[in-house]
């Protein structure tokens, strides 16, 4: 029992992760203009620089127009999803959270100690139903589904506590910590890809590192 209590705090230890992650995110990403307005911007400095449109050949503008609309879509469905994708982390993590720590503080009461089990496997459930109506971006894919499966094997160890197995509930602690530290990985990922393709745009980066 008292391993499964340790293995909780690495749990509780992720989730406070992804709060901070979340808060820094809320703050990067977000473009300082549409790709409407940068175009009117570039069309100014262009303007200013003397430097005539028709200079440029027909392929070279629309690869170039081509490249910034994609990027901003890309940008735009980023933002969109981890709006999405933050508002139900704040739906369910304070509960969550303090569930937990009841849980792992419990230590004389069972039954109480099931009672904490029982509602945090519920609430988690009910996130992942949540989680797989929002729409993710094929680009998102590999993060939403390791997320997925980081709460899904999180449930599996409530459910494995609640029946006293507890090889199967340390083994589900363990894939649960494997899937979240897999969907940051993808998730930054996807951030430094941005910040490639702002950099080849010579766009200002939307993540920092």
């Given amino acids: 029992m ?5 293995g909780r705090h690495k749990i509780v230890f992720a989730i406070s992760v992804i709060l ?8 990067a990403g977000e473009p300082e203009y549409t790709y409407e307005e940068y175009r009117k911007i570039k069309a ?14 027909s392929e070279d503008e629309h690869r170039d127009e081509d ?8 940008l735009k469905d980023y933002n969109l999803y981890m709006k999405e ?6 739906k369910y993590s304070a509960e969550l959270i303090t569930l937990i720590d009841d849980f792992g503080n419990e230590t004389q009461d069972i039954d109480k100690k099931n009672q904490y089990a029982g509602s945090i ?17 094929d680009f ?5 589904d390791c997320f997925i499966g980081f709460l899904n094997s999180d449930v599996l160890y409530y459910k494995y506590f609640l029946e006293a197995d507890l090889e199967k509930a340390n083994d589900s602690s363990q894939k649960a910590d494997e899937y979240y530290e897999e969907s940051s990985i993808e998730l930054e990922a996807v951030e430094r890809s941005f910040n490639d393709r702002a950099e080849s745009l ?4 939307p993540f920092n590192y």
Avoid: M
């Avoid at 490249?67 to 890309?74: E, H, I, K, N």
């Avoid at 010579?202 to 980066?205: A, K, N, S």
């Fill in 2 to 6: 008292n391993l499964l209590i340790t």
């Fill in 20 to 27: 901070i992650n979340f808060f820094l995110i809320s703050c």
């Fill in 44 to 57: 100014i400095d262009t303007d200013e620089s003397s430097v005539s449109r028709e200079d440029l050949t």
């Fill in 67 to 74: 490249g910034l609309q994609t990027y901003f879509d890309d």
């Fill in 85 to 90: 994708f933050r508002a139900l982390y704040d």
């Fill in 121 to 137: 496997k519920e609430l988690e459930e009910k996130w992942v139903i949540d989680l797989k109506e929002v729409e993710v971006p």
């Fill in 140 to 144: 998102l894919i590999g993060h939403h």
């Fill in 202 to 205: 010579d766009l200002e980066l």
